[in-house]
């Protein structure tokens, strides 16, 4: 969301303090997707030329590609939740204030979640790519 101001301020109250660094939160969410969906290109890329021959496993392609549509649908779902961010401003009572940082918990949760699955997808590629390399390498 960059209509809110980020810059804390001394006279900022905990919850405005609060949703400005959700909302900052928010942005290095979106931009940390946007590079998964780069990253997550050259791996298919890479699985899709002879590696995956080598390795002898299609599933490594198709698990990306599962993690891609993923991924696509978590930073759409995030954009809309950005833009949806520029009611708190509207935010007149505590309880509002509270459905926008549940609301946050709940993405968050949903991001560190794709995230850790995302990791163990990579660190697996990567183990079964250094096992045969380093396999190849003994003759």
Known sequence: ?????TEIFDHDTDVDVAHKINTMELDN??????YIKKELVNLI?????DLKY???DDSVVERF????????TLLNALHKYSNSR???MECEDTECDMVFIKEHESY??????H??????LKDEFFNKVQGKFAFLSID
């Open 108 to 113: 968050r949760r949903s991001y560190l979640y």
């Open 29 to 34: 969410w979106i931009n940390h997707l946007k």
């Open 54 to 56: 080598k390795l002898g």
């Open 86 to 88: 520029s009611n708190i």
């Open 115 to 120: 995230l850790d699955k995302y990791r163990r």
């Open 1 to 5: 969301m960059t209509n809110l101001n």
């Open 45 to 49: 890329s890479i699985c899709s030329k």
């Open 65 to 72: 590609h599962k993690k891609e549509v993923e991924n696509e």
